[in-house]
């Protein structure tokens, strides 16, 4: 499943931690990975107190998930994740 969130420029930790928490909510599964614009790359890294260079060499993570870098609209983010369809139930 894909879930694309805009941030906007100037996201704080709070804004970031509710796009995980809607996308849990949304889908009852954890992210797997989270595709970033890259000026939201390099707001992560400096949130997070990383270098630009982690962002660079594709090592950067929040909550123990991925970080990548992609091509999208600057401050967007796509959170990515596997939902079990034997396990979703009758929605």
């Known amino acids: 499943m ?3 969130v805009a941030l906007g420029a100037g996201f704080d ?4 931690e509710a796009a995980f928490a809607g ?5 009852n599964v954890a992210p797997a990975c989270v595709l970033c614009a890259p000026d939201v790359l390099s707001r ?4 997070t107190a990383r270098s630009a260079d982690d ?5 950067l993570r ?3 998930v991925p970080a990548l870098s992609a091509i999208l609209v600057p401050g967007t ?10 396990r979703m139930g009758d929605w």
């Open 55 to 59: 962002a660079l060499r594709r090592e």
């Open 23 to 27: 996308f849990r909510r949304l889908y």
């Open 77 to 86: 983010i796509v959170i990515e994740g596997e939902v079990d369809e034997t």
């Open 62 to 64: 929040y909550a123990g």
């Open 44 to 47: 992560l890294a400096a949130l």
């Open 13 to 16: 930790e709070a804004a970031l």
């Open 2 to 4: 894909r879930w694309t």
